[in-house]
């Protein structure tokens, strides 16, 4: 059974940083690209960065200068470290697996999707 599970989010003032943390069981990890995404409230889910298995990455334009993805594959773990945080930040953060894949932005491509993990950044 393959599982996703994040961490790491919580409750930040503008300006903090935060480091998400998704590790992966029940695949072979290094098979995977892995993705973060995140969802406003009544908002569409979308891409924030995503790792392709040789460590290609696709960034959305809005954290490109903020936030770093980077993948430990000996832990089967995806990292998201996030500074300068903006309330605009503000979402549920959801780690996606993706066999074979790219660094893709398109959630359709992903296989299996974990829980999410909630960021709320005040202002």
């Known amino acids: 059974q393959v599982r996703l599970l994040e961490s790491g989010g919580g409750l930040v003032q503008a300006g903090d940083s935060l480091r998400l943390s998704c590790t992966a069981s029940?695949?072979?990890?290094?098979?995977?690209?892995m993705g973060w995404f995140r969802q406003a409230p009544k908002k569409e889910r979308e891409l924030v960065m995503a790792?392709?298995?040789?460590?290609?990455?696709h960034s959305a334009d809005s954290v490109k200068d903020r936030f770093t993805i980077s993948r430990d594959n000996a832990k089967n773990t995806v990292y998201l470290q996030m500074n300068s945080l903006k309330p605009e930040d503000t979402a549920i953060y959801f780690c996606?697996?993706?066999?074979?894949?790219?660094?893709?932005?398109?959630?359709?491509?992903?296989?299996?999707w974990g829980q999410g993990t909630q960021v709320t950044v005040s202002s």
């Open positions: 996606a697996a993706n066999e074979w894949g790219s660094s893709s932005s398109q959630l359709h491509e992903y296989d299996f």
């Open positions: 029940g695949l072979i990890f290094t098979n995977y690209a």
């Open positions: 790792i392709s298995r040789l460590g290609s990455i």
